[in-house]
């Protein structure tokens, strides 16, 4: 039976004689879809379709469920099937944050977003969600190399760039490991967040682990999909610090450690999204993503300017971009 057969008649045994309406809600980067049913007395409800061959429904439900402890509001569980792939779930509503957000809505949107992230942060506690360790961070950083330079740029690094690329990555993951570890979503952006009551609905946390805590503020405020003048961005940064202080949460005592931090933490998300943004385009065949790589570049590049130790990455990145040209891409 086709999958979107086996869907509707899951759906149809949580809903036993009553008439639907069912249609695609949304798709994400991974294997998983959305579809939006609503019913006859406007009730609307999200499915969820994971197929167990390439996803695994168990840390969805176990991220929502430590979201919804700490008063979060993520997505209530109604019915669930892991051997299909099939979860129900309440609906959140179909308006992210990327589809309000301007200098108008930024300070009160965020604002709530911040809070929603400090409740998150302040459930923490280790060995609760998988760490966010070297190996992972590693791992995340050489998709970079492999699918950004490699496969996008069509360039082979050689053993200088290479030790310079390994030198850069070394201080990054040094700083990333040394920072205060909380719970991390670890995709905390404008389309993840829907606008919803209470604000924001959280969603796509199933890859959630605990580590450095300025890695879902930096996703937040230097986001792949939307940037800000730097001077509103430190505004943003500075409220959330002192938000996060004031709840005791294990920020830097001077502001200036932490943007540091956050700048660095950038760093490393954003050559893992240059990475994997060229992988969805040349594996999966999702082009959308390639018109964020600039923004993304732009971000890498600006704190690479600003740091002595990250400053050789910011020269191998004019000579890649030399070669985009030679190669015949344009961004």
């Given amino acids: 039976m086709p999958r979107t057969a086996l869907l509707r008649d899951w759906v149809a045994r949580q809903f036993p004689e009553t008439p639907f309406e069912i249609a695609p809600a949304s798709a994400d980067?991974?294997?998983?879809?959305?579809?939006?049913?609503?019913?006859?007395?406007?009730?609307?409800?999200?499915?969820?379709?994971?197929?167990?061959e390439h996803e695994d429904c168990r840390p969805f439900l176990k991220v929502a469920a430590l979201l919804r402890q700490a008063g979060v509001h993520a997505p209530e569980v109604f019915a669930e099937d892991l051997a299909q792939g099939f979860l129900l779930l309440s609906d959140l509503g179909g308006t992210t944050y990327l589809d309000r957000l301007d200098a108008t809505s930024a300070p009160t949107l965020y604002r709530e977003a911040c809070a929603a992230l400090i409740a998150f942060q302040r459930a923490s506690a280790p060995g609760v969600l998988p760490p966010y360790d070297r190996a992972?961070?590693?791992?995340?950083?050489?998709?970079?190399?492999?699918?950004?330079?490699?496969?996008?740029?069509?360039?082979?690094?050689?053993e200088a760039q290479q030790a310079t690329l390994h030198?850069?990555?070394?201080?990054?993951?040094?700083?990333?490991?040394?920072?205060?570890?909380?719970?991390v979503h670890r995709d905390y952006h404008a389309r993840n967040l829907m606008i919803s009551t209470p604000n924001p609905g959280v969603l796509d946390f199933q890859d959630a682990v605990h580590g450095p805590i300025t890695y879902d503020v930096v996703s937040l405020f230097r986001d792949a999909y939307i940037a800000w003048e730097e001077d509103a961005e430190l505004d943003f940064v500075i409220r959330y610090w002192?938000?996060?202080?004031?709840?005791?949460?294990?920020?830097?005592?001077d502001f200036a450690d932490f943007y540091r931090d956050y700048e660095?933490?950038?760093?490393?998300?954003?050559?893992?999204?240059?990475?994997i943004f060229a992988r969805l385009w040349h594996r999966d065949g999702k082009e959308g993503y390639l018109k964020d790589m600039p923004r993304v570049l732009a971000y890498l590049r600006r704190t690479c300017e600003r740091y002595l130790e990250l400053r050789p990455l910011a020269r191998l990145l004019d000579t890649l971009e030399k070669r985009t040209i030679d190669v015949g891409y344009t961004f």
């Avoid at 998983?32 to 969820?48: A, C, H, K, S, W």
């Fill in 242 to 253: 002192e938000a996060a202080r004031q709840a005791g949460l294990p920020v830097h005592a």
């Fill in 136 to 158: 992972l961070l590693e791992r995340e950083l050489r998709l970079f190399p492999e699918w950004y330079v490699g496969r996008h740029l069509g360039t082979t690094l050689d």
């Fill in 29 to 52: 980067a991974s294997f998983r879809r959305y579809f939006r049913v609503t019913l006859p007395d406007g009730t609307t409800r999200i499915v969820m379709d994971a197929p167990p």
């Fill in 264 to 275: 660095w933490m950038g760093a490393q998300r954003q050559l893992k999204v240059l990475g």
């Fill in 167 to 183: 030198a850069v990555f070394e201080a990054l993951l040094a700083n990333a490991l040394a920072q205060p570890q909380v719970f």
